[in-house]
DNA sequence: TTGTAAGCGTTATCAC
DNA sequence: GTGATAACGCTTACAA
């Protein structure tokens, strides 16, 4: 492993000259460069990443810490990171906190000791501290996908309340009455954000009922157990509405498993697309987020604040949610109930 | 921020003592190491790992190179990988090559630059060059998923010849004699292997016809157009064989919009589990691929190298598949038209 | 346009 | 048990 130095000697000039030619900095003459470019050539030169780090205190490298990669929508979102942060000659570190407040600490001060230029953060819970230990290190953070309290920070994510005001409202729309809220953990921002939209449509129509509301977390289980919970009252919601992708896998396997069909025994309408969705086409309404693309615009956020030299102020980016609308009118309805009954 | 020297005064030691007490290294009596320890708190020093790797040529970080961390096969490996290695005290950086040969090399480059401690690949194709370059470094790696040729090399993989068989027989069992195998990339060894266990048992069978084989690559777009050139045959096949699970899809799209339904009108078995397959579930039958534990496993291989002093021969590690049973006999078949036709 | 000197923060080596 | 010294490979600050 030949060093700056090896190269230097070979090229028969100083150590910064050649550090200047890899790095295009400062004035070098064409000759100087030639010869110096050869030296590297010949020697097959590799700069050392790690003691220029040292030295420039940058690494090139961010971090994403999110919940959990194996849920499609932070598996396209990180996708959306990577693609980015790589166009920019930057590596991202995973992490996955699987909603827990602890692993998210330990991964960030583990994170913050590895000197990562930079963290995209999706905070477990709403009160995070996460972020003041990051910022009190001067490390640029973006918060993707939820909000967190009391703090300056940059924030990508999008609207989950109005989009679920309008999901409810199509569900309402369809004539239901009894339609429960299958929702994530209370404590983080999407969650809540998404009973309040579905919370406010309910009360206009004068439909609103907590009974209907359940509470859980962003996972398959847990739409499972609050659907069966859901199926138990009376009168028997003939309609949900599913806080995420998981909770609506979970909820669908205990209809299917209570012997309930689509579109004729329920509706149901849910944030995040299914993937695989195809056979569920025809019957499914979701709020789709741009996942991918929440992942590129933060990290175009965090990779403007590493070159900024005058921060600007925090801004918040609203990314808008698209509702797939499918199954809904009466009219669809049969035409799906002609397609399946064949 | 404190460095070692700071907190080697303020203990009234010198820097190599505190170096000790943070690594367990070298013999200390307990009272100098509670005055560091003590100086340590006090200043809230935390050790600059970048200094350290400089020195001990060691940065406690692993990459995987992977196609696509979009399809959930590698989103589980690299879940497997991750937990892993982060339990090792270990960080991962990830990259997608996108079955893109010149992808992979520029990765690898920059990761051997960066001075990953070990590689994880999933290579691109079976002749890879990424392989040698990794081990002229002399930094470990294990592949992936996959084969590749002359190379001495640590794997972790399925043997996807064996049930691509066994997958092929139960379609055949069913009474199908024009079975479609819609595969992946040529060059790569999963899916030449997959063909060559279709054809195996075609021929056993006597039903062997190259017109049946549709190369093209892992994409929802090749098993979308693949199916439509299989159904423009003539006889038009009964059954499909996908190489993994985005051709299925794909297929399963095309097949759809042909008005073609499951599991009267046409069979399908596919390598790797579909996400969400809960409402094909009576349909598909399925070679599950144990991704998340090949993830573990590569994992703990790459790190036993690492650990290494006297190198052992390179080893293979084949795990099993899971052949998932839905819907193939006649029995099964009869009761989920039942379920649907309702 | 190029070079000198110093230092980033840690650990290996050897000495006491 | 503990410490002095040098070195890891590079770049910043200053000089020429």
Known sequence: ??????????AGVSPITVSRVINNSGYISPKTRERVQAAIDEL???????????????TNTLALV?????????????R????????????????????????????VSLLLQKQVDGILL??????????????????????????????????VRCDSEASAYQLTRLLIQEGHTSIANLSGPKEVSTAEDRVRGYWCAMSEAGLANPDLVFYGSYTQASGYENARRAMALSPRPTAFFTGNNFIAIG???????AGMKMPDDFSLVTFDDLPLSIMLEPMLTVARQPAYEMGCRGTLLLLRRLSEDVPEKCTEVLLPIEIVLRQITDVDKKLSRERIGA
Chains 1, 2 share one sequence.
């Open 251 to 257: 909820a669908l396997k205990a209809l299917q498993e």
């Open 66 to 78: 999110i919940t959990d990669i194996t849920n499609p929508f932070f598996t396209s979102l990180a």
């Open 1 to 10: 492993m030949p060093t700056i130095n090896d190269v230097a000697r070979h």
């Open 44 to 58: 097959g030169y590799v700069p050392n990443i790690i003691a220029r780090s040292l030295r420039s205190k940058r």
């Open 80 to 107: 959306g990171v990577e693609d980015t942060a790589s166009d920019a000659g930057f590596n991202v570190i995973f992490c996955n906190t699987d909603e827990s407040i602890e692993k998210e600490e330990k991964y």
């Open 122 to 155: 999706v905070p477990a819970n709403s009160a995070s501290l996460s972020i003041e230990l990051i910022q009190e290190q001067d490390t640029p953070v973006v918060i993707l996908d939820r909000k967190v309290f009391n703090v300056n920070v940059d924030v």
